[in-house]
T-cell receptor
Framework: RKEVEQDPGPFNVPEGATVAFNCTYSNSASQSFFWYRQDCRKEPKLLMSVYSSGNEDGRFTAQLNRASQYISLLIRDSKLSDSATYLCVVNPQGGKLIFGQGTELSVKP | DTEVTQTPKHLVMGMTNKKSLKCEQHMGHRAMYWYKQKAKKPPELMFVYSYEKLSINESVPSRFSPECPNSSLLNLHLHALQPEDSALYLC?????????????FGQGTRLTVV
């Protein structure tokens, strides 16, 4: 079983749609969790950290369920510029960020 | 704009060449990382330096040799690579190599081995 698993997609959605990505992790001792965004042929960029209490940044909401070892990212009112690959990242121990395989999102006009 | 700078952006090298990739950050971060990313795959961790000491080596072949001359610089020395080593090599840094580590990536070096 992979340490971090995501649905690879692609997710094809119209502008204005709400889309949700899910991620599961296998190491129950994992300490911190992140969503990164990667555009084609670019480096990954931190989108947001994920906390047990949930956190929101504008149109983006991230949730963590430690009991189920599950992380989610919700994007509301999708924009064309949201098209990218979204990477779920888990830190199972200090300094060792493990990436999921990424979920590709394509927002269409 | 990324505050982690990698050079060169592109590199083509033969299997008998020796080359180095360079990474620099001026954010005062004490942990630095090398990742390798193949097309349509996620980044894979290679090495972690914490406070200028190698703390994690993910069983990387010895033809890849990391070096951390100081807290701002990270090098990756390459020797006798194989064509399958062609990939995007990403450097990242974070405040520390502990929990709650938010890592920031450079733009990467796109390496082609011929």
């Amino acid at each position: 079983r992979k340490e971090v698993e995501q649905d690879p997609g692609p997710f094809n959605v119209p502008e204005g749609a709400t889309v949700a990505f899910n991620c599961t992790y296998s190491n129950s001792a994992s300490q911190s969790f992140f969503w990164y965004r990667q555009d084609c042929r670019k480096e990954p960029k931190l989108l947001m950290s994920v906390y047990s209490s949930g956190n929101e940044d504008g149109r983006f909401t991230a949730q963590l369920n430690r009991a189920s070892q599950y992380i989610s990212l919700l994007i509301r009112d999708s924009k064309l510029s949201d098209s990218a690959t979204y990477l779920c990242v888990v830190n199972p121990q200090g300094g060792k960020l493990i990436f999921g395989q990424g979920t590709e999102l394509s927002v269409k006009p | 704009d990324t505050e982690v700078t990698q050079t060169p952006k592109h590199l083509v090298m033969g299997m008998t060449n020796k080359k180095s990739l360079k990474c620099e950050q001026h954010m005062g971060h004490r942990a630095m990382y090398w990742y390798k990313q193949k097309a349509k795959k996620p980044p894979e961790l290679m090495f972690v330096y914490s406070y200028e000491k190698l703390s994690i080596n993910e069983s990387v072949p010895s033809r890849f040799s990391p070096e951390c001359p100081n807290s701002s610089l990270l090098n990756l020395h390459l020797h006798a690579l194989q064509p399958e080593d062609s990939a995007l090599y990403l450097c990242a840094s974070s405040q520390e190599g502990g929990p709650d580590t938010e890592a920031f990536f450079g733009q990467g070096t796109r390496l082609t081995v011929v």
